[in-house]
């Protein structure tokens, strides 16, 4: 059914609304497709693709849409709290813990540099 919302958004291109639900839909339906030809246990490492699709819809519908700045902001958290999860659950254990302790010290000190700048 996701399909057919982008059908009706590619004849009627000003309706960018429709790439929400038509992404939600595909990316989760392409999701219960694999698990069911692959096995249900596949779920725990792709459970993050129901943080990611709203995100990629969130961010389609900036691209081809009037760009709003209301859209990217949390289709952008989205896509990265999506894929540290996807990434960290994955083979590549160790590198949540690195992510999230690269993004606090740039945190701290991106505020500690601009304390001193103003």
Request: include cysteine.
């Amino acid at each position: 059914t996701g399909v057919v919302f982008y059908a009706v958004f590619l004849k009627d291109r000003s309706n960018y609304g429709l790439l929400m639900p038509a992404t939600i839909l595909t990316i989760i339906g392409c999701m219960f497709l694999y698990c069911t030809i692959e096995g249900w246990h596949m779920m725990s490492q792709l459970w993050p693709l129901f943080i990611i699709a709203p995100g990629l819809g969130f961010a389609l519908m900036y691209f081809f849409g009037k760009k709003e700045k209301g859209l990217l902001i949390p289709g952008g958290i989205l896509l990265a709290i999506g894929f540290v999860f996807l990434i960290g659950f994955g083979e590549f254990d160790y590198l949540l813990p690195v992510i999230l302790i690269v993004a606090g010290c740039l945190l701290i000190f991106k505020e500690k540099l601009r304390g001193k700048v103003n």
